[in-house]
Nanobody, 124 residues
Framework: QVQLVESGGGLVQPGGSLRLSCVAS????????MGWFRQAPGLEREFVLG????????VYPDSVKGGFTISRDTAKNTMYLQMNSLKPEDTAVYYC?????????????????WGQGTQVTVSS
């Protein structure tokens, strides 16, 4: 019903910046919330930031992640994650997710659709 495609990952030095994009297609009118998750090998999937599609309100994680900003362009059905001051600990596969409004939007179970992921590697 909804397809999500991430792009923009790559290799960057510590202190550098990247901007990830997620393009939604299909039944995009059903999307209330979109968000970014990340997962490093052997670790659980971690919520980064989310955004309500109509109002553009940011959904924050329990643990603050400095240097990151989320935004969306409704005309392009595209969500962005601007990552500044990147650290090696930010290295992970970053996933785009979409779903309807509900509780616990900082957990993977709140989202119905997922992209394939894009690799972000922060290393010198």
């Amino acid at each position: 019903q909804v397809q999500l495609v991430e792009s923009g990952g790559g290799l960057v030095q510590p202190g550098g910046s990247l901007r990830l994009s997620c393009v939604a297609s299909g039944r995009t009118d059903s999307i209330d919330v979109m968000g970014w998750f990340r997962q490093a090998p052997g670790l659980e999937r971690e919520f980064v930031l989310g955004i309500t599609w109509r109002g553009g309100s940011t959904v924050y994680p329990d643990s603050v992640k400095g240097g990151f900003t989320i935004s969306r362009d409704t005309a392009k059905n595209t969500m962005y994650l601007q990552m500044n001051s990147l650290k090696p600990e930010d290295t992970a596969v970053y996933y785009c997710a979409a779903g309807q409004s509900g509780p616990r939007l900082n957990t993977p179970g709140a989202y119905d659709y997922w992209g394939q992921g894009t690799q972000v590697t922060v290393s010198s």
